[in-house]
């Protein structure tokens, strides 16, 4: 019989019970990265050594670059738009990432949603503890890692978060160094998501509504990501290696750089672009595609200048888990007798939701297990 301790034993014994003490004393202190660097450290706590971070630092191959796609009258020219179809369809089969620009954001609320995730990491660590929480069916929750009981290294990096929609927070549910930027940003990133998916279904060769009956574009959860300046950064990963757990994400990264997507086996840097977003399909759009498009992984580096800021907004409805009120299967229209469906459709995705969350990000694909 294996129990729980026999199972630590094996893992690894004293060195695994000494992790689960230090990462408790980190989440106590309910001040994330930010309140280590801010008091001094030099050198990192061992729970951020990432031992896989150390075998594939060979990173970067300059000679691939993720498409840019420029979505100018994407609706206002049929010609036009149909080019960029072919472009999304491109980018979504072979990278799975792409950047969009002349997507109609004003760069002046990228920049102001910037800062004002800023301005959340970096106010009064009293002020900030007050929203310091695990329990994620929260509305507004601030924590450092989401997976750090799970994760088998720490990220370097803490992170604010929000569930936008369906029913967006009233505005006194939200911190006032940035309640009116995400009000404001909400609006915007909303539309940009309903026309990505309106040229995404198009791009799958089905009608414009497709993806947005299908309730894709229903909620949005941002996450604000604070990286602090690491005084170690090649022993650890800002973000280690996953795939998004949604239909698409929308970010935005600041010009610091560090994201990188697994593309052919090798790390490609995804160049901060100012005024540019970047776009992802996530698991639920590889999973209804059947596999057209494709979720790929991608990870962010630690460096030792920051801090580095990035605000994603993951758009999938919020199921909860125990309450099924949705399910999804790969789309009929796409499968044929030459395009079996390549998923089980059973329980997804709360199944998948729920083993995404308690393996943390591992590097290893929650889609895995529903693979016919
Ligand atoms: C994420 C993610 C990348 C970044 O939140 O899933 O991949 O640049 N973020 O912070
Ligand atoms: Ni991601």
């Not at 060769?205 to 990286?227: D, F, R, S, T, V």
């Amino acid at each position: 019989m294996v129990t729980a301790s026999t199972k630590e034993a094996q893992e690894g014994g004293e060195s695994s019970y000494d992790r689960k003490s230090e990462l408790k004393a980190f989440d106590d202190s309910n001040l994330g990265v930010k309140g280590l660097v801010d008091a001094g450290i030099t050198k990192i706590p061992r729970i951020f050594i990432n031992e896989q971070n150390k075998l594939d630092m060979s990173s970067n191959n300059p000679h691939l670059s993720v498409p840019i796609i420029d979505l100018e009258s994407f609706d206002k020219d049929a010609v036009v738009r149909a080019e960029i179809i072919n472009q999304i369809r491109d980018a979504c089969k072979k990278w799975g990432f792409f950047l969009v620009i002349n997507h109609e954001i004003p760069e002046s609320v990228l920049s102001e949603m910037i800062d004002g995730i800023r301005r959340f990491h970096e106010q009064d660590g009293e002020a900030k503890k007050e929203w310091y929480t695990r329990d994620y069916s929260r509305k507004v929750t601030y924590s450092s890692n989401f997976d750090l009981y799970q994760a088998s290294s720490t990220n370097w990096r803490d992170t604010f978060a929000c569930t936008l929609a369906p029913d967006p927070p009233q505005p006194e549910q939200l911190p006032a160094v940035c309640r009116d930027i995400l009000m404001e940003y909400l609006k915007h990133v909303r539309r940009l998501g309903f026309s990505l998916f309106e040229l995404l279904s198009e791009a799958l060769g089905l009608h414009p509504n497709h993806l947005k009956n299908m309730e894709c574009a229903e909620g949005i959860l941002l996450l604000g990501h604070y990286y602090p300046a690491c005084p170690e950064p090649e022993l650890t990963l800002g973000t280690s290696s996953h795939t998004d757990a949604d239909f698409i994400t929308i970010l935005i990264q600041d010009q610091m750089g560090g994201l990188q997507v697994l593309h052919e086996d090798q790390w490609v840097n995804i160049p901060p672009i100012s005024g540019a977003l970047v776009i992802n399909v996530g698991d639920l759009l590889q999973f209804v595609s059947n596999g057209n498009f494709k979720s790929s992984e991608h990870r962010v580096l630690a460096k030792n200048v920051g801090p580095r800021i990035s605000v994603a907004c993951f758009f999938r409805k919020i199921i909860p888990v125990e309450n099924t009120t949705r399910l999804y299967g790969p789309i009929k229209e796409l499968l044929s007798e030459d395009n079996p469906p390549i998923y089980r459709q059973e329980n997804f995705p709360n199944e998948y939701l729920m083993h995404y969350d308690s393996k943390g990000l591992d590097g290893t694909s929650s889609l895995l297990r529903f693979k016919l």
